[in-house]
């Protein structure tokens, strides 16, 4: 019975000649608008896609895995492929990069370029953490787009370091270099080390104490121009930092100096040539040397 008192309360809009849901409010009628065929035309033809889609593809999740699908497609399978088929295309520039040394690589336009493309994606992967998105470096990590360089900034150079590592002891290659804890070891006293740092500072063109420079540049010669140099300009063949430019692995402050000389901090990084072979550290080396910092290609073949 309260059916069709709903029913008979349904009347049609005299203005739009809808007709009305029976519903009303404080005399005001709602209006029982059919929904637009367009509308539901695309709305029927979602759930016929979304029912033809879980049955061709991957779809329901289960237990332990998914669905398959009936096509036996996946998105691993087809990255895979797609990958397989970008390496078969670039066989011959793989294969180049492999057979040849670093600076052959440099040398050659067309295997510097994929180099360079190959090993900007494996510097995202593995030396972003520490050196920065942009290679720009932190303190304690070096800054690979400069030219100041710790080992060395050839092609070469960089992939001895890329492949045996710094003070990551692994073959008679690995870069080792340590520097004497002359505060804590009690090679230097506390004054000394004072008027040293200001030296250092001297040395970068940076301001100084002249009195404790003057006192320092003594002690400098005896204890540490052995390594960074007699004017700073620093040793890459011990690793030895140049102190004769503004650039500071752990900053260059007096304090930041003075704390360095007293017990100073040894960076560490890793051996990248079992993790990631030849080419890749090839690719790498190529990659970073094109940041800007090192010996250019053009330096490379006047020297030989």
Known sequence: MADNDKAHDKQVDEVT????????WDGIKELDTPLPRWWLTI?????????????????????????????????????????AEREAQNADLIEGIKT????????????????????????????????????EGGPGYPNLNDDDWLWGGTPEAIETTLMHGIRYVQD??????EMPAFGRDGILERAQIQDVAWYVRKLSG????????????????DNCA????????????????????????YGG?????????????????????????????KELAVYVHSLGGGVSADEMAAAQ
């Not at 016929?48 to 996946?74: D, E, H, K, R």
């Not at 050659?108 to 992967?125: E, H, P, T």
């Not at 008679?172 to 270099?177: A, G, L, W, Y």
């Open 172 to 177: 008679d290659e690995t870069r080792i270099s």
């Open 253 to 281: 402050t007096h304090a930041d100096i003075v704390a360095q000389v007293t017990a100073p901090r040894h960076g560490v990084m890793p051996a990248w040539g079992d993790r990631l072979g030849e080419t890749t550290v």
């Open 100 to 135: 040849s040394s670093v600076s052959k690589v440099v040398a050659d336009d067309s295997l510097r370029q994929y180099a360079i493309a190959a090993g900007r994606a494996a510097f995202k992967v593995n030396c972003v953490q520490c050196h920065g998105s942009g290679a």
């Open 206 to 221: 940076q301001s100084a104490e002249a009195d404790a420079a003057a006192r320092g540049e003594a002690i400098y010669a």
């Open 17 to 24: 000649g809808t007709e009305t849901t029976g519903h009303s």
């Open 226 to 249: 052995a390594c960074h140099g007699e004017n700073g300009e620093g040793l890459q063949d011990l690793g030895a930092p140049a102190l004769n430019d503004a650039i500071w692995l």
């Open 43 to 83: 709305f029927y033809g979602t759930i016929v896609f979304a029912i033809v889609y879980t049955i061709l593809y991957p779809a329901w999740p289960l237990v332990n895995s998914a669905t398959g699908g009936v096509l036996g497609w996946n998105s691993r399978t087809a990255i895979q492929e797609a990958m």
